[in-house]
């Protein structure tokens, strides 16, 4: 009788941890992305659906189907998605960021993705802004804690530079005259331009040249490496391609 109870035990025992095996390779299915999505085209909500989209959720949805994964949208502050990162509340950021020598000291960056840089965004109506240097004792929009914040800040004489934590904030500060220009992305500079061709225009070519990547904690060396691999796969078999140019129309 003893020993039957101790087998039944073990076999019970068994069952119990392949179960717990198996529904924790199920729960590592999913990769949960951080983005602070209201940065168009690249990541924003659809009005229509609710849905988030955008370049970069279409690149990290085709990623994660590549990986065999499912990926889940985690939307965050901008300025936050470092930190929260590092606190483990998602796996990756997918938020056009720009790889930075400063942010690579505290998360590895996936291989850069996409190339762009900062432009001016000013009202159509101003004809005296045309160069960086045309900013000296001016006010400046920025996005909080993004790398045109940090040129804004680095650049002589600004008289003002105003960081707001969405990228939208700053460019409703140009339109209604409580900044003389925000500093930007060039392509997110380009979509609001097109989506506000009265009230903003794009000043001149990018002063800057610089590459999104994701970004992962440093020790998710594995997750990176897949993630690289998966985005060599989709640039190869033309996924990327195909990504590019439904949102920005030429490759
Ligand atoms: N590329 C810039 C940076 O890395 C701005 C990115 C802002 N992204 C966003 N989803 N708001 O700082």
């Known amino acids: 009788m003893k020993r039957w109870s101790a087998v039944v035990a073990a076999v019970l025992l068994v069952a119990a941890v392949s179960l717990m095996i198996s529904m924790g390779a199920a729960a590592q299915e999913v990769i949960r992305v951080?983005?602070?999505?209201?940065?168009?085209?690249?990541?924003?909500v659809d009005e229509a659906t609710g849905e988030y989209t955008g370049f970069d959720m279409d690149l990290i949805r085709a990623i994660g189907e590549q990986m065999g994964v499912k990926v889940e949208i985690?939307?965050?502050?901008?300025?936050?998605?470092?930190?929260?990162?590092?606190?483990?509340?998602?796996?990756?950021?997918?938020?056009?960021?720009?790889?930075?020598?400063?942010?690579?000291?505290?998360?590895?960056?996936?291989?850069?993705?996409?190339?762009?840089?900062?432009?001016?965004?000013t009202r159509p109506d101003n004809t005296s802004i045309k160069t960086t240097d045309d900013l000296k004792g001016k006010i400046v929009a920025v996005q909080m804690g993004s790398t045109g914040h940090f040129a804004a800040d680095a650049l002589p004489g600004v008289g003002r530079v105003d960081p707001y934590q969405f990228v939208d904030q700053?460019?409703?500060?140009?339109?209604?005259?409580?900044?003389?220009?925000?500093?930007?992305?060039?392509?997110?500079?380009?979509?609001?331009?097109?989506?506000?061709?009265?009230?903003?225009?794009?000043?001149?070519?990018?002063?800057?040249?610089?590459?999104y990547g994701m970004a992962v904690r440093p020790s998710d060396t594995e997750l990176l490496q897949r993630i690289n691999a998966a985005l060599a796969e989709l640039r190869a078999n033309g996924t990327y391609d195909q990504l590019y140019e439904k949102w920005f129309g030429v490759d």
């Open 74 to 121: 985690v939307n965050t502050v901008f300025d936050s998605l470092i930190p929260a990162l590092l606190l483990g509340e998602f796996d990756v950021i997918v938020s056009a960021m720009t790889i930075t020598e400063e942010r690579a000291q505290t998360v590895a960056f996936t291989d850069p993705y996409f190339r762009t840089g900062l432009v001016i965004a």
């Open 170 to 211: 700053a460019m409703t500060a140009v339109i209604i005259g409580a900044a003389d220009a925000a500093i930007l992305d060039e392509l997110v500079a380009i979509e609001y331009m097109q989506a506000h061709p009265a009230s903003i225009k794009v000043v001149g070519e990018p002063f800057t040249t610089e590459e």
């Open 34 to 44: 951080g983005a602070d999505t209201a940065f168009p085209p690249f990541e924003f």
